[in-house]
Structures are given as C-alpha cells and as structure tokens.
C-alpha cells in the first residue's frame, strides 16, 4: 500500500512538473506576443495622445491621459486576452505600482542599462504557471514635454497641470533614451 501510494505520488509531481515546463520554443512564441501587444498598445496610447497634444498642448492631453490611458490599457487586454499593465519605479499613476516581480525586473533593466548593455524583452513561466513578457520603455524626444526636466523640456504651467491630477508624480526628470518603465504582460491561461 505505501509502494502504490508512492508510486501515485511520483507520477503526480512529475506530471505537475511536466505541465509547468516552458520550452525555448512557447517562450519565442510568447515573445513574439508580447512584443505583438506591447507595439499595439504604445501605437493606441501614443496616437491619441499626440492627438492631444496636436489639439490642445498638454493642457489638453495630460488630463486626456489622465482619464482615458488605463481604460485604453484595459480594452487593449480584454482584445488580446491579456493583462496589460505600464509600470516604474518612479510613477505618475499610483495604480500603476510595480509588483515585487516587475520591481525586480525594473531594477535589473536599469542596471543593464547602466552597464551598457542591449535590453531585450524577458519571457518567464512564474510558480502559477502564468506566462509574463516584460520589456522597456525607452523614453523619446517628445516624451519630454511632460517627463522631461523642469524649466528644460516641462514648463512651469505644464508642471502645474500634472501636480494638480498627479499630486505624488515622480514621473518627471528624464532625458532622451532613459529607462521610463516597463511593459508588463501577463497572458491569461486557456
């Protein structure tokens, strides 16, 4: 009886622990996903934002981020069948917090970053068997008109338009090609 319960329990785990695994070729399949939903969503954000901006200045469009990015954010999951999330480690939206894991990955894109090297999307299976894309946000050029530096690239008034909706914004002081962020994705399991 002890063998047989022995026996049962071996194939379990391994059964568990084949089910878990996550093969180079799911993790370029993922990868290319992630990539897939990562370029969508900067497209849909950056194009209306622009819109925005084209309309009104930032007077217009930080409000227009401020009310309508996470809903654009939670469309574009439901689309792709994916939570969808922008984080840092300095925030402009505290719904945007980093979890430990992205806090993790933040810190390891910042490092690389600081030693030169190329940062590349990263693919992993975590411990519920849920698949993850992380990749950068490299802040651009025009950007910087509200993530930039205070008196360089973010006026005074402009400054006022985001403490008024972002009262704890931590989002400014950035140049060009800075790490802003990452791309966080989590694809929901069939």
């Not at 190329?118 to 490299?138: C, G, M, R, T, W």
Request: net charge positive; glycine share 4%; aromatic share 8%.
């Amino acid at each position: 009886m002890i063998q047989r319960t022995f026996y049962l329990l071996s194939i379990l785990l391994i059964t568990i622990s084949c089910n878990s695994s996550f093969s180079e070729k799911e993790k370029e399949e993922y990868r290319v996903k992630g990539k897939e939903i990562a370029e969508a969503s900067f497209l849909a954000l950056s194009t209306q934002l622009t819109e925005q901006m084209k309309a009104g200045g930032p007077a217009q469009a930080i409000p227009f981020c401020n009310q309508k990015a996470m809903p654009i954010t939670n469309e574009l999951s439901d689309k792709f069948k994916a939570t969808i999330k922008r984080t840092s480690n300095n925030l402009r939206n505290p719904d945007n917090a980093p979890s430990k894991r992205e806090s993790e990955i933040l810190a390891d894109f910042q490092k690389m970053k600081m030693d030169g090297k190329q940062l590349s999307p990263i693919v992993e299976l975590d411990a519920n068997n849920k698949k993850h894309f992380y990749a950068p946000i490299i802040l651009k050029a025009n950007c910087l008109v509200c993530h930039g530096k205070l008196n360089e690239t973010v006026n005074i008034k402009t400054d006022s338009i985001i403490k008024s909706l972002y009262p704890n914004d931590k989002a400014t002081g950035y140049a060009e090609g800075d790490l802003r962020g990452i791309w966080s994705i989590t694809f929901k399991n069939k």
